[in-house]
């Protein structure tokens, strides 16, 4: 049978195009009902009575479910195998055996009590792709490589692993299934004597990409089809106490307070208004609060809380850190009380996503009649780690009501089969970029 | 022996201070070395490590100290009963059998891990006032009643039972003792088949009298030797629940948000700056906050907070009750929440001192050159129930830094003898007021 060159199926797409723009083209390049009825059949495994899924990694669940992906990924002809650190790829060779690989994909595992459409979108929009290639009959010139990603919600486990940042000690910590992570890794075939053979090194991908749902609501309040990432954000965490002195709240007047509580309620506008005074996407989040000794009639003498910010800047969450510690110190002044910020050992530093690999991601949804807006990432994913050593991009599709990690969690069929269309057109377009992505 | 008549013994106090003013003059009325020592030999029961004492209500320490203070009475030849509800009474006839007791004590019981005055100084001064009017050979008009009622600190049993509004119910609430309140009674001697006989009803008794400590710091802050408490104040308490809509801290930009905690706190601040806005003495309180699901990255969907509200003034607890309702309407409207408080069953109404009281304590002070200040009880007393059916008064005195229910509680043996001498002065000034105190 001929071989279709990459070229050639752009052209084609192009055809397609040619008389109408609109979700009904997409619809010419990728199969919508078999993405849909993927997602569904993916569904069944750790399906919970909410509607959602409790398939965390490494349960049977996952394990199930990553076999049900196994034989899809074989359906399009995929060489398919499980890596030391359970990730399992799917590979289909290039034309040009000189050329690194393009790899896309995502995660299948779910947070305990999840949704049906945060990994698996990506997942099954990779397959799809590799599906469509063998149906029209394409040869790439890069090698292709379909991942699915092991225990990313625990961890980014396998990501970590493919670009040599899996630590001994992240090996021993509990997963969500109850298995500490290194005894997870076996459990669904992987090899914890071998995870030195699963490391990629920098330049030893031509690029990666990942399809994800937005997981928040901007997508969907603004009309648009298609996020296109222009990177994960940073994080940091802090613990804070504030102490002011206990009394009784019968028998101490109004201005002889020490008062924790008013202090804290001042901290958490003063949060608020700093992470709203700059332009930008940051956002700023006082997520935790509780107040010691805690009783009706006892004035508040330790508050207990918490800070988070995130930005694309690592600079910027600094800056914004040392405004909020200079707020805190008139509010300190003013209400008697002391502050004390711990920063936990959680931060994830800002990942950028490369520059060609937005373009081409940009171009493909144009090609396609799909509307654009660049944004964050707000969640970590895979495709931060894969920044580190790969020219990496990430396209968002919408998520009704921002809503994620919950059964409530939904992304329409049409809006799946926008990202797979994206997708494969943007690899096609990487695969035929004779300056490379990353240059 | 001579049978001196208060009107003398009053003169011969006016005698003793003609020639100066201060402490020195009081400890001529009462004897401080015996009031501090009995102070620290009450304080042996139930003493803990920390210098405080845990004498539990029911406990054999409270059992041990009633008996002490028992023998205290005696020497101060009082006749001494313990009625049906526990509370210990010595009696002192008077000159004219035809008059309605004077009564005056406080409670000897204590919070767990309690300290040695809240309550103690009231019943030591007390029998202090017996003790003194046998040395100095004065018989009253009226008869005397020194009382230590039974479980101030369990909700104010003793004197509940006195006025007749122990609930059946009540007794079997666990004590602090772990006893049931009723099983307490009957291990301090009491008898639950004859609590209808402990009642006394309005114009049994001529005034009733407590000595306490403040439990605030007014006092010491402003220098004032004695509190002439004006009523003992209302208190309303309220559970809250705000709720907003959980969210993904990174993917949720500033302005999607419908954050609970926002909400909280500016109902927190506006709590501070309503209850604030009007002159008085009113106080109001959040106590109790934490957030759900409470973690660093969610954006807190549910807020659980508290109010509590105490003034002399019912309507006015009632009124700026309402303006918060006001407030948060607003601020429910600006953050996308919502605002719902539910009343709980813990209202104390306010309990006003008797005016013509309160000026013979101001009397009594003033005559022992005594700075006096008016001000509210924040907290609640024996002395509140005792409103409801006969002319009451209360003295404070200072307690230092405002600390009570503490291990750190402390007045001093000066601070001590002065209530003690106004407690004396007072019930002396009221003895012979032949238009009676209560008209």
Redesign the interface.
Known sequence: MPVVQPLAIALLIIANLAGSIGAQDVEKLVNRERIEARIMQLAEFGKNPQGGVSRVAFSEADIAGRAYLADLMREAQLEVSTDAAGNIIGRREGSDPSLAPIMFGSHADSVPEGGNYDGPVGVIAAIECAQVLVEQEVQTRHPLEVIIFSDEEGGLVGSRALIGHLSPGALKENSHSGLAIGEGIKAIGGDLDGLDQVVRKQGALTAFLELHI?????LE?TGVDIGVVEGI?G?K?WDLRITGKP??????????RQ?A??A??????AV?QI??SEPG?Q?????????EP???????GV?MT???I?DLSAEKIDRLFTRIQQAVKDIAAETGTTFHFDL?DVTAVPAMMNDRIRSHILAAADTLGLSTKSMP????HDAQDLARIAPTGMIFVPSRG?I??SPDEFTSAEDMANGAAVLLQALLNIDRDANGPGK
Do not use: C, F
């Open positions: 937005e997981q928040g609501a901007v309040e954000v994080i965490w009394n009784h709240a019968g028998t101490t007047p109004m201005d002889r008062n509580l008013l804290a309620a001042r901290y958490v506008l608020d992470i709203r996407t956002v700023g989040t006082v997520g935790k609060i509780s107040a805690g009783a009706h009639n006892v004035i508040p508050v918490s800070l988070e995130r936990l990432s707000g969640a970590g921002g994620s990690h």
